[in-house]
């Protein structure tokens, strides 16, 4: 027999696991993140991570306020609840109510949102099973909902083009702008990538940018080659920053702090209106570059392997989705290989 000294009174050790059988002690929703959130950042996770973490704690809390919950403790936290602000987040919210969304436009939660922002309940929920906060893991039998896979938007080289032209190039803002959107379908970099880098991790004589562990979402170092004609940019805007600036980022404001992300977003929603892109469409966005990047890149005969190591996806199948054959090849491959037209059948009568 053992004292478990939290509850004061006897409590049996099983053998088998050497855990203590005994009820949950009551855990406030503040205290049990708290106890997750110190767990997290313990463990080195980076501050985008966390910073989304607290995010979607602070909407889920939202949510129980405003349709007046009655929760207080993290053990009244149930696999019914879950599926309730599941089936809101899905079918009910909108980005109007979110504030610090990108795009207060109304429209409902992405599947991508709705997917991630279970995943973390499901993440803080497992966690507070293993540490016994609670007795039970309550996301355990929760799921994402299914939704149908659409095609992926991505720019046809006409609105790529077009995108590069709209930037005024005899301003420092809009020379920034376009060596930035041509960098990005260059090398399928992510935006938060693309503006933490630094005149050091240029490597002009190997042609390509070395990103460090630290930059680098699965924290292993990562080489990423440029065209030539990338290259010539970005020493032009490099020597046009440090004649204004003293700093070592390749992509400042005009009083010379790195550029956001917020920032650069805007921009793009500008260029995309003169280039004459209906957004409704094509939704325009520094991912889509990354998109148009591993589309192309596919297309144009380019490998799996090597386009999974230089965009850093760390399943071969994230890749695999950028593979697209064309509508005219597919139909050129069924006249060929069709089984009707190999056997010639002729019309009858």
């Given at each position: 027999m053992s004292i478990d000294p939290r509850l004061g009174k006897k409590a049996v050790i099983n053998s088998k696991n050497s855990r203590v059988n005994k009820p949950p002690v009551g855990t406030t929703l503040e205290m049990a993140f708290d106890l997750f959130y110190s767990a997290k950042r313990s463990e080195g996770?980076?501050?985008?991570?966390?910073?989304?973490?607290?995010?979607?704690?602070?909407?889920?809390?939202?949510?129980?306020?405003?349709?007046?919950?009655?929760?207080?403790?993290?053990?009244?936290?149930?696999?019914?609840?879950?599926?309730?602000?599941?089936?809101?987040?899905?079918?009910?919210?909108?980005?109007?109510?979110?504030?610090?969304?990108?795009?207060?436009?109304?429209?409902?939660?992405?599947?991508?949102?709705?997917?991630?922002?279970?995943?973390?309940?499901?993440?803080?929920?497992?966690?507070?099973?293993?540490?016994?906060?609670?007795?039970?893991?309550?996301?355990?039998?929760?799921?994402?909902?299914?939704?149908?896979?659409?095609?992926?938007?991505?720019?046809?080289?006409?609105?790529?083009?077009?995108?590069?032209?709209?930037?005024?190039?005899?301003?420092?803002?809009?020379?920034?702008?376009?060596?930035?959107?041509?960098?990005?379908?260059?090398?399928?970099l992510r935006i938060n990538e693309l503006l933490a880098l630094e005149t050091p991790h240029i490597d002009f004589s190997a042609r390509c940018i070395r990103l460090p562990a630290s930059l680098n979402k699965n924290r292993k170092p990562r080489i990423i080659p440029l065209s030539p004609a990338v290259l010539r940019e970005l020493l032009r805007l490099i020597q046009e920053t440090s004649s204004h600036f003293d700093t070592s980022f390749l992509f400042v404001s005009n009083y010379g702090e790195p550029l956001q992300a917020n920032h650069f977003r805007k921009q793009l929603r500008k260029y995309a209106t003169q280039a004459g892109i209906d957004t409704k469409e094509t939704r325009v966005s520094p991912h889509r570059f990354r998109d148009y990047f591993c589309t192309s890149y596919l297309v144009n005969g380019g490998d799996l392997f090597t386009l999974q190591r230089i965009v850093a996806h760390a399943d071969v199948k994230t890749t695999q989705g950028y593979v697209k054959p064309s509508e005219g090849a597919i139909r050129d491959n069924h006249a060929q290989f069709s089984p009707i037209s190999r056997l010639n059948v002729k019309r009858r009568g």
């Open positions: 996770l980076r501050e985008r991570t966390l910073s989304d973490y607290r995010s979607y704690w602070r909407y889920f809390n939202e949510w129980l306020a405003k349709f007046e919950y009655d929760i207080t403790d993290v053990t009244q936290i149930n696999a019914e609840l879950l599926r309730e602000y599941l089936g809101y987040m899905t079918h009910d919210h909108t980005r109007y109510e979110d504030v610090e969304d990108r795009q207060k436009d109304g429209k409902p939660l992405s599947n991508a949102t709705v997917t991630s922002r279970l995943r973390a309940l499901q993440t803080m929920c497992k966690f507070w099973a293993e540490e016994d906060i609670v007795n039970e893991n309550a996301a355990a039998r929760v799921k994402a909902p299914r939704h149908d896979t659409e095609d992926k938007t991505v720019f046809t080289d006409k609105q790529l083009d077009a995108l590069l032209a709209a930037p005024d190039t005899g301003s420092y803002v809009g020379m920034r702008d376009r060596t930035a959107m041509l960098t990005l379908a260059d090398t399928g």
